[in-house]
T-cell receptor, first 113, second 115 residues
Framework: DGGITQSPKYLFRKEGQNVTLSCEQN?????MYWYRQDPGQGLRLIYY???????QKGDIAEGYSVSREKKESFPLTVTSAQKNPTAFYLC????????????FGQGTRLTVV | AQKITQTQPGMFVQEKEAVTLDCTYD???????LFWYKQPSSGEMIFLIY??????QNATEGRYSLNFQKARKSANLVISASQLGDSAMYFC????????????FGAGTRLFVKA
């Protein structure tokens, strides 16, 4: 079945360590997104990518990095520079254009201790 | 800059009644799309309904309808005949045709359906 897979579902890391969250899609979508969600809050855009080898910063990119070497994959690295990394991270993809909905993965809950 | 505003942090509705969730937006794009998503406590994001900026008729999908008032830049979600399973967070979102088609979300409204 087509969809977006995020792994792992839960992730624990020690403070100061970099951690990479995986996002894979087999929907043949050009655009992919990473969002951060804090408890009781909305989704804030971290990075997005319209096409392979190209990506743009969203509203809260500081302390994060991404790559888009393959159309199917858009991993997010939470670096030690991110001051408050504990959050729920959602990956999404969409056909490019303004008239199609984004499809979301199940999310990764990152806890930094 | 694009912006989505949802002014209702929480809403209560009696089962079987209708409820309207408010959403206003701001954009300089001429062409854009408006979306509503539902997020149950499990965290998954469920797409509900889409409205294009050039669509003349309000979108409907089953019990969901979108009250689109372009001049007022509002895109309210109407849920008819509320069910207990409708209790969730609801997010309004927008994607324009500039700035790389990025999709932005509002802060959300938590809906509680009472039996």
């Amino acid at each position: 079945d087509g969809g977006i897979t995020q792994s792992p579902k839960y992730l624990f890391r020690k403070e100061g360590q970099n951690v990479t969250l995986s996002c894979e899609q087999n929907l043949n979508h050009d655009a992919m997104y990473w969002y951060r969600q804090d408890p009781g809050q909305g989704l804030r855009l971290i990075y997005y990518s319209q096409i392979v080898n190209d990506f743009q910063k969203g509203d809260i990119a500081e302390g994060y990095s991404v790559s888009r070497e393959k159309k199917e994959s858009f991993p997010l690295t939470v670096t030690s520079a991110q001051k408050n990394p504990t959050a729920f991270y959602l990956c999404a993809s969409s056909i490019d254009g303004s008239n199609t909905e984004a499809f979301f993965g199940q999310g990764t809950r990152l806890t930094v201790v | 800059a694009q912006k989505i505003t949802q002014t209702q942090p929480g809403m209560f509705v009696q089962e079987k009644e209708a409820v309207t969730l408010d959403c206003t937006y701001d954009t300089s794009d001429q062409s854009y799309g408006l979306f509503w998503y539902k997020q149950p406590s499990s965290g998954e994001m469920i797409f509900l309904i889409y409205q294009g900026s050039y669509d003349e008729q309000n979108a409907t999908e089953g019990r969901y309808s979108l009250n689109f008032q372009k001049a007022r830049k509002s895109a309210n979600l109407v849920i008819s005949a509320s069910q207990l399973g409708d209790s969730a967070m609801y997010f309004c979102a927008m994607r324009g045709n500039t700035g790389g088609f990025k999709t932005i979300f509002g802060a959300g409204t938590r809906l509680f359906v009472k039996a």
